[in-house]
């Protein structure tokens, strides 16, 4: 553990989600006031949704500065938007249409093309929002991932060719629960943010979570992410927790 990593363990799964949604808010002023603009990536899965639900309510609601908030996704199933397991949608749901964020300011994954089309698109799409110059990387301001229970973060599972992607800022994979076609970012993108929040909630996370603290040489994808320069919080509740000893 590096002396850039934190690990904070919250009782239960909506303190879990009170903290994420301070941990966001505070991020977003902190952005806004230093470079005039906060630059957020979002997971999918069933953890980020109570703090999603929270964001567009207050105390949360007005210490955001949505008119200078940007959002993208980390990664997104290759379904329509408006299909139940779209991150796009979930998030759409949760609090994208309860808060007065401009339209141009949210940045989902292109699902009506192919997801070798789409990654590519997606791709040219943070160059040219970030505009980063030759060889460098877009650094976001603050990215939240979940974690699978075999070891996955964002689309970047187990055994297979995503992870070994060193030039692409988004590929796309097929995987996971459900089993669909995905895009996701890729390690070096994750890897230049400033900020990473791992939230991880519930007693089923609670042993792999020992293999990511305890195990270097399992090799899991999760164990990939490695801060260049940012900041990692790991956001625990006590049941995830239950195996670790810190
Ligand atoms: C996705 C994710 C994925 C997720 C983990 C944890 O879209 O599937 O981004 O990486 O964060 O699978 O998911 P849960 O929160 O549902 O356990």
Redesign the pocket.
């Given at each position: 553990m590096t002396n850039n990593t934190a690990i904070i363990i919250e009782p239960d799964a909506m303190t879990l989600a009170r903290k994420g949604a301070e941990l966001f808010a505070q991020n977003a002023r902190e952005s806004a006031h230093l470079r005039g603009r906060f630059v957020v990536a979002i997971?999918?899965?069933?953890?980020?949704r109570l703090m999603h639900r929270l964001l567009c309510r207050e105390p949360h609601l007005s210490k955001i500065p949505w008119s200078k908030t940007h959002i993208f996704w980390?990664?997104e199933?290759c379904v329509p938007q408006d299909h139940e397991v779209s991150?796009y949608g979930a998030a759409r749901d949760d609090f994208l249409s309860g808060v007065s964020i401009p339209e141009e300011q949210v940045h989902p994954m292109p699902v009506h093309v192919s997801p070798e089309k789409g990654a590519l698109a997606y791709q040219g799409e943070l160059v040219r929002f970030f505009q980063p110059g030759n060889m460098k990387i877009p650094v976001l301001d603050l990215i939240f991932?979940?974690?699978?229970t075999d070891g996955?973060?964002?689309?970047l599972f187990p055994g297979q060719s995503a992870l070994a992607d060193e030039e692409k800022l988004i590929v796309s994979v097929r995987g996971?629960k459900p089993d669909v076609s995905r895009m996701t970012m890729t390690f070096p993108l994750l890897n230049s943010g400033r900020e990473i929040v791992f939230m991880v909630s519930g007693k089923n996370k609670a042993r792999v979570l020992k293999t990511v603290f305890d195990e270097p040489e399992a090799r899991l994808p999760v164990q990939k992410i490695q801060l260049l320069n940012g900041k990692l919080t790991w956001l625990l509740d006590r049941d995830a927790a239950l195996l670790l000893t810190l």
């Open positions: 997971s999918g899965g069933s953890t980020p980390v990664d199933r991150n991932l979940g974690l699978g996955h973060t964002a689309s996971g």
